[in-house]
């Protein structure tokens, strides 16, 4: 069965520097999202995107969040000077082209600020 | 926004029917969904179910809507070890895509 595969598994960073997360959506989905999970709290939602440009964004992404589709396969979230509080498990999804079509999860990548 | 509800903690006996709960609040919530996440690994989609739908069944899984009392539920009939997860309650509202995500339940079966 296809699935969205995420790199790296952990990614260790010192406060302020920037750190890029991967993800390899399903082939032929069109929908993509970025959600991240503080740990002992909620998963949260943090962007979507359609069509080469963001469709929803949260509260959460702020300037210092990018989201890129480099090529035909990867989507990349970029965290410009990253903070303490972005310690979290960083998990990227992807859907078909219905609507509401239904979100499927990579296995997470856990940053690590320091 | 929307908020969505679950009890944190569940213990069943192996082979027992377990039953996971989640409350939300936006009355236009269009699709609900749950996820089960092992130990180390992602979310990995079970089943959902639309908003214009009372129940829905999948082998072991049965999905229960009441729309009029914002509430959820997963049946997972004849509950293995292997079934020992998180599962988490998630919803989407009008026309936006994202997930809003309950805290999820952890599911403990014991031998």
């Known amino acids: 069965e296809p699935e969205v595969t995420q790199t790296p598994s952990h990614q260790v960073t010192q406060m302020g520097q920037e750190v890029i997360l991967r993800c390899v959506p399903i082939?032929?989905?069109?929908?993509f999202y970025w959600y991240r999970q503080i740990l002992g709290q909620k998963v949260e939602f943090l962007v979507s995107?359609?069509?080469?440009?963001?469709?929803?964004k949260s509260e959460i992404f702020d300037d210092q969040f990018s989201v890129e589709r480099p090529d035909g396969s990867n989507f990349t979230l970029k965290i410009r000077s990253t903070k303490l509080e972005d310690s979290a498990m960083y998990f990227c999804?992807?859907?078909?082209?219905?609507?509401?079509?239904?979100?499927?999860f990579g296995d997470g990548t856990r940053l690590s600020i320091l | 926004g929307e908020d969505v509800e679950q009890s944190l903690f569940l213990s069943v006996r192996e082979g027992d029917s377990s039953v996971i709960n989640c409350t939300y609040t936006?009355?236009?919530?269009?699709?609900l969904y749950w996820y089960k996440q092992e130990p180390g690994a992602g979310l990995q989609l079970l089943t959902y179910?639309?908003?214009?739908?009372d129940m829905k069944q999948d082998q072991r899984l049965t999905v229960l809507l009441n729309k009029k009392d914002k509430h959820l539920s997963l049946r997972i009939a004849d509950t293995q070890t292997g079934d020992s997860a998180i599962y988490f309650c998630?919803?989407?509202?009008?026309?936006?895509?994202?997930?809003?995500f309950g805290s999820g339940t952890q599911l403990t079966v014991l031998p």
């Open positions: 995107f359609y069509n080469n440009e963001i469709s929803e």
């Open positions: 082939s032929n989905h069109l929908y």
């Open positions: 998630a919803v989407t509202s009008g026309s936006a895509r994202q997930l809003t």
């Open positions: 179910i639309f908003s214009n739908m």
């Open positions: 936006d009355s236009s919530s269009t699709y």
């Open positions: 999804a992807s859907s078909a082209r219905q609507p509401q079509g239904t979100q499927h």
